[in-house]
């Protein structure tokens, strides 16, 4: 009789133990998945890309050139030289640029050698040219195209002065990048919300970002470098930001 009692007993208590280990693991399971899921809800992420676009006004033209002169000795073609560039800087003061504000690099020479009737050049030197190149600035960019569409005339007066393109700059650069940058990533954050609601989802605390390069490109241009444009041909440009953002959707 006790035998039979101690082993009811026995089954009893393996039966409580098993329906205990029971439940523990279902509630394990049941933690386990509840983690995993808002784990996995945390983890989900969605990437936007943002842009923002200004128009710009140039602020600062630069205007380049040269006048050259060549005669048939050293001597002669730097005489010649320093009587052109009187007229070169009378002419630049009646376009409005006074001769201090002309910046003038140094006086570069080299000898012209003669070509033979086989189309090489031989030893025989012919004659030496002198040039300087000018360098003009002025915040009046509409002044710098004017005078760039002009100066060729100056070969009306004797005078072989090459013009370079102008360029024009726009100096308030680095604040603008700061400010367009902030726009795209505003713009990225709408989209994405967008996104998220037309989802039934909420739009979480942003987790990335992603700067891309500035395109600075003449007015209605749509050229795009992935290495950035900084266009200098152009007085009206715009500025586009572009930025890669990542959001949690919760």
């Known amino acids: 009789m006790n035998n039979s009692s101690n082993t009811m007993e026995n089954k009893n208590k ?14 394990g399971i ?8 808002s784990n996995q809800k945390s983890n989900q992420t969605i990437t936007v890309t943002g842009s923002a676009k200004k128009e710009i006004v140039s602020d600062l033209g630069i205007l380049r050139g040269t006048i050259f002169v060549q005669s048939l000795s050293a001597s002669s ?40 009737p086989n189309g090489y050049q031989t030893s025989r030197i012919i004659g030496y040219v002198y040039n300087q190149r ?15 569409l002009d100066i060729s005339s100056l070969i009306e007066k004797g005078i072989d002065f090459r013009v370079e393109p102008p360029e024009y700059h726009y100096t308030k650069i680095a604040d603008l990048k700061i400010e367009i940058q902030a726009e795209a990533a505003k713009d990225a954050m709408v989209r994405a919300k967008k996104i998220a609601d037309a989802t039934d989802r ?5 987790r990335s970002a992603r700067m891309g390069v500035l395109q600075i490109t003449p007015k209605f241009s749509n050229a795009v470098s992935d290495y950035g444009i900084n266009d200098l041909s152009s007085i009206e440009k715009e500025i586009v930001g572009v930025v890669t953002a990542s959001f949690q959707i919760e």
Do not use: C, H
Not at 14 to 27: E, K, N, P, T
């Open 134 to 148: 000018i360098e003009l600035k002025s915040v009046d960019v509409y002044k710098i195209k004017d005078l760039s």
């Open 14 to 27: 393996v039966s409580i133990d098993f329906g205990i280990l029971g439940i523990s693991f279902i509630i």
């Open 202 to 206: 909420d739009l979480g605390p942003m």
């Open 77 to 116: 073609a730097y005489s010649e030289l320093n009587r052109q560039k009187p007229m070169l800087i009378s002419y630049l003061e009646q376009k409005g640029f006074p001769k201090d504000k002309i910046d003038f690099s140094t006086i570069n020479s080299y000898p012209v050698y003669e070509i033979g």
């Open 30 to 37: 049941i933690i386990f998945t509840a983690a995993w899921k």
